[in-house]
């Protein structure tokens, strides 16, 4: 049923709809538009504290949910934000027959609702989540449909089709008790989609009138803004959305899958680079509205990806992203809600900034704007990316955003009016680890504020819990220096946030600094602005920042586990504490006795030691981190509060960093420490064997068949290792061949492919046959050629490119000191059966 026949269906029969204006339209080409035709922009974040587990962490920790949604908000718009979404949790709001439940959740989502308003923030709104409430609990006993019936039978139970028309009909007619409009009258709401996921298994026919009666339900409340549909789960069913009678599809991005349990490590840009739409020419594709609900690099802890991410959505046509999922600031502590995904300022500042420059390309660049392929495209319109450096950035007259430090040069400093970082630049720079913002609010006068640093302590992807501690906030005074002609070297600095009565003046430009908001004011220069006026949509004074968390001394440490002797070794800690740290020792072992080094403080919270070359002989470097405080002394790895002259001292575990002589083999995959770190499509065919060697076991690959990527069109499998934190202390450049340790697993030879991909997304190969009989098998490097990349782990949706195919600017011969990952992998119709002990570098 189109949309046109619906509209005159229940033109009639809905007396609200001539009354309502402002609503954003969808014109002949598939572009959401004001009503004075200016093309919709938005980008911004889910965010889900009235529903679920962030509603419950918030009881269970004694917040008020209405002043963690004041300050996150207040975030959101500090990062230049505009759009939000969510999928609201039905199960929790309404009953089996589809009412509406005026409840606690419902009151605080339209408190929330009326505080983004309050930012001039944009609403997409999903009613219908599916989903129960539990999640990573257990579910709760819910009232609502969903909690019934389920997703599977909410698409296909009558009655639950029933009541979810009834609840629609309801949802979009609640008025908000803090705004006074309902939600399909509101302006700051720009669509509805109509659930989130669904999963259609049915004929065309059934997907076609479930949906068309979804749609009738919402517009039968007399609601012109466009109705969205979810068109990127099941796309057989492609058509049959678009002609049920929405005004377009939603889509969702996952590039590096879900649920590692671990950073990922490597260049995840080749992951990136494209957005394709596999049924990007059907008619109602291309007349239709472009929305994605979702998105997230998951597991993915670095600051560069994201506005890669913006840049394809804009050349796929994409008008709207948000983010999944900004997590409460009195969660990230512990990051409990969906530990694969992290974004907060506060906790998170790099990939926080990130999303900003991101909100950027999404009002800066024209749809369908093609910068070409990586790693061709890493400068585009301003924006400038580099993994690494692990930086983002936008470089404008007006405005230089970056998410790390950063060597690039401003073309007029005269000229900028915002700056928002973290580190240093050749505008600002700053000694603390977390992000500031500078705005110019009239000639002379600039808003300074600055957040606490933000410390991860351990590993943010994994396993958590409330009780388990993951990341810490610590406020301290640190240095920093402005450098901007508007203000000269001898400017004043006033605090203006609450409680914050700092007032000193710069001495060449340089002052000292505590997390604030401050008004920086050129010499002489007069002006009338106070902590309560409004610049753009936040105060001038406002301030949201959680308190110091540490407790104790927590020490983290990066270690390097291999070295070629005639390198130096540089050791870094980071190191945070309750108490005035005193010093940070190394007590390291080469021998009998023990040597002692000092690492120096530095910025960011971090110590730092290099240890010549020549003090390192060849063997194993074993050596404790001492940290002396004020009142205590602490020794790691194992973070006990003693130190090892101390008579009771009973932890001798050590870090271990082995010498070794040049040219000794580097492992690039040892199946034994590697195999909870490959990225791979699960397969049950894929195990791990111990071996009767200690510290030894087998990958085994076994499948009678390959299978068939939903993306690509024939069987083929594929796995890879990123090995590049174990290759620091090594060079890669002299050796000559790649050794397999490892055999077929039945009575045929197995063909491997074994190639070595590059931080530029370069991949050089050769096919390697695998004989019966356990033994090593060999390919020189010279032999390695270009071939072909899997983008690992796999994206979702499934639909997205299996394979990556770089730009023209990428390396065509391989390069030893760019190598960071080795890919496996096999095709054909025969089946996949081999074992790999190793893989090295001889």
């Not at 008020?64 to 979404?85: M, N, S, T």
């Not at 995840?268 to 472009?290: C, H, S, T, W």
């Not at 900028?416 to 720079?429: D, H, P, Q, T």
């Not at 919270?605 to 194993?620: M, R, S, T, W």
């Amino acid at each position: 049923m189109s949309r046109l026949l619906l509209v005159l269906t229940f033109l009639l029969s809905s007396f609200s709809l001539w009354a309502q204006t402002g609503d954003v339209y969808v014109d002949e080409k598939g572009i959401m538009r004001w009503p004075n035709g200016e093309e919709l922009h938005g980008f911004g974040v889910n965010y889900t504290v009235p529903f679920a587990h962030a509603y419950r962490s918030a009881q269970k920790l004694g917040i008020d949910p209405k002043e963690a949604i004041d300050q996150d908000v207040y975030h959101f718009a500090r990062l230049g934000l505009d759009a939000y979404r969510v999928h609201v949790w039905d199960t929790e709001i309404s009953d089996t027959l589809g009412n509406l439940l005026v409840n606690e959740h419902l009151e605080l989502f339209d408190y929330l609702v009326m505080k983004l308003e309050e930012r001039d923030m944009k609403l997409l709104i999903t009613p219908i989540a599916f989903w129960g409430n539990g999640w990573p609990e257990r579910d709760e006993e819910t009232p609502g449909f969903s909690h019934k019936y389920g997703k599977a039978g909410c698409l296909t139970d009558p009655d639950a089709i029933k009541a979810q028309a009834n609840y629609l009909f309801q949802f979009l007619n609640h008025v908000n008790a803090y705004t006074g409009l309902a939600y399909k009258d509101d302006p700051s709401v720009v669509a509805f989609e109509v659930s989130n996921e669904p999963k259609h298994l049915g004929s065309s026919e059934e997907v076609q009138a479930y949906v068309s009666k979804m749609v009738q339900s919402m517009m039968r409340t007399g609601c012109k803004k466009p109705i969205l549909y979810n068109v990127s789960h099941h796309i057989n069913h492609a058509e049959d959305y678009y002609a049920s009678g929405i005004d377009g599809g939603t889509f969702q991005w996952y590039p590096t899958n879900l649920g590692s349990r671990e950073e990922l490590g490597g260049n995840m840009l080749p992951n990136v680079d494209r957005y394709e739409i596999p049924f990007k020419d059907l008619e109602g594709f291309k007349q239709g509205a472009k929305v994605v609900y979702e998105f997230d690099a998951a597991d993915v802890g670095r600051s560069y990806i994201y506005p890669a991410m913006a840049r394809s959505f804009r050349t796929a046509g994409i008008q709207w992203a948000t983010h999944f999922s900004y997590d409460p600031t009195y969660l990230a502590y512990a990051n409990t809600e969906y530990d694969t995904h992290y974004m907060n300022l506060a906790y998170a500042p790099q990939k926080a900034l990130s999303l900003r420059i991101c909100s950027e390309v999404f009002h800066r660049i024209p749809l369908y704007s093609d910068f070409g392929t990586f790693p061709d495209n890493m400068t585009f319109d301003g924006f400038r990316i580099s993994y690494e450096e692990d930086l983002a950035e936008l470089i404008t007259d007006e405005k230089f955003i970056y998410t790390n430090n950063t060597k690039s040069q401003v073309p007029n400093p005269k000229k900028l009016k915002e700056i928002a970082g973290f580190g240093n630049s050749a505008v600002v720079r700053y000694e603390g680890g977390g992000a500031y913002f500078l705005d110019q609010i009239e000639k002379g006068v600039w808003r300074l504020e600055v957040m606490p640093d933000a410390v991860w302590t351990k590993n943010i992807f994994g396993k958590n819990s409330l009780d388990k501690k993951v990341a810490d906030i610590v406020w301290n005074s640190w240095k920093m220096s402005v450098q901007l002609p508007d203000l000269g070297n001898d400017f004043s600095i006033k605090g203006v946030n609450k409680g914050n009565s700092i007032a000193t003046k710069s001495n060449a430009a340089s002052f000292e600094i505590s997390p604030g908001t401050y008004l920086l004011t050129k010499k002489g220069k007069k002006h009338e602005w106070s902590s309560e006026d409004v610049f753009k949509n936040i105060k001038i004074g406002e301030f949201e920042a959680p308190v110091t968390t540490v407790k104790g001394v927590e020490l983290v440490h990066t270690l390097t586990s291999e070295l070629d002797k005639g390198k130096p070794l540089t050791v870094k800690a980071t190191v945070i504490s309750d108490s005035p740290i005193e010093k940070v020792e190394m007590l390291a072992y080469t021998g009998y006795r023990p040597v002692t080094y000092q690492l120096k403080p530095g910025s960011q919270n971090q110590f730092e030691l290099v240890i010549p070359a020549e003090k390192l002989p060849i063997g194993a470097l074993r050596y404790f981190l001492l940290v002396k405080t004020k009142t205590a002394n602490f020794t790691y790895p194992a973070g006990i509060e003693s130190k090892p002259s101390d008579w009771d001292f009973h932890d001798f575990d050590m870090y271990e960093t082995k010498v070794f002589p040049t040219g000794t083999p580097f492992y690039l995959f040892d199946a034994a420490r590697d195999f909870d770190l490959i990225n791979m499509t699960w397969n049950p065919g894929v195990t791990l064997r111990p071996l009767p060697a200690p510290n030894q076991s087998a990958l085994d690959v076994l499948m009678k068949d390959i299978p068939v990527d939903e993306a690509n069109d024939r069987p083929h499998y594929a796995w890879r290792k990123y090995f590049g934190s174990n290759a620091t202390g090594r060079s890669l450049s002299n050796y000559e061949k790649l050794v397999v340790l490892g055999k077929a697993l039945n009575e045929k030879p197995q063909v491997i492919e074994l190639s070595l991909i590059a931080k530029d997304g370069s991949i050089f190969g050769a096919l390697l046959e695998l004989g019966q009989q356990r033994g090593e098998y060999s390919i020189l490097l010279k032999d390695l050629k270009p071939t072909k990349m899997v983008t690992l782990p796999r994206p979702y949706p499934g639909f997205l490119p299996y394979y990556f195919t770089p730009g023209e600017d990428v390396a065509n011969q391989l390069d030893m000191s760019q190598i960071e990952a080795i890919q496996v992998a096999v095709s054909g119709q025969d089946g996949c059966h081999y074992s790999i002990e190793s893989i090295r570098l001889e």
